[in-house]
Nanobody, 118 residues
Framework: QVSLVESGGGLVPPGGSLRLSCVVH????????MGWYRQAPGKQRELIAR???????DYANSMKGRVTISRDNAKNTMYLEMSGLKPEDTAVYYC????????????WGQGTQVTVSS
């Protein structure tokens, strides 16, 4: 069964940067689409970045210009690079992918905590 494992979260000061990783187990990249979401306590899960077929990408307005989604197929890993972090970016960040050998199954990681605070 395909699974996703996130890492790279932690405590970072305002204005800082962070790189999150998502390792895909059980399937080879690319999986399309793949994306990063976040969820703050008491709030709805929010799409941050998405990578679709053909290499196209899409970013949420809340973080556009401050994030980059990328993939390293050889390492079976997807990344989310973040900079200019703000306290309101504090949330659990999740990796997401659709696995479609025939029927499509949506896969979620367990999440990694990002806390932006001085």
């Amino acid at each position: 069964q395909v699974s996703l494992v996130e890492s790279g979260g932690g405590l970072v000061p305002p204005g800082g940067s962070l790189r999150l990783s998502c390792v895909v187990h059980g399937s080879r990249l690319p999986l399309n689409p793949m994306g990063w979401y976040r969820q703050a306590p008491g709030k709805q899960r929010e799409l941050i970045a998405r990578a679709a077929s053909g290499g196209s990408t899409d970013y949420a307005n809340s973080m556009k210009g401050r994030v980059t989604i990328s993939r390293d197929n050889a390492k079976n890993t997807m990344y989310l690079e973040m900079s200019g972090l703000k306290p309101e970016d504090t949330a659990v960040y999740y990796c997401n992918a659709f696995y479609c050998p025939s029927e499509c199954t949506e896969i979620w990681g367990q999440g990694t905590q990002v806390t932006v605070s001085s």
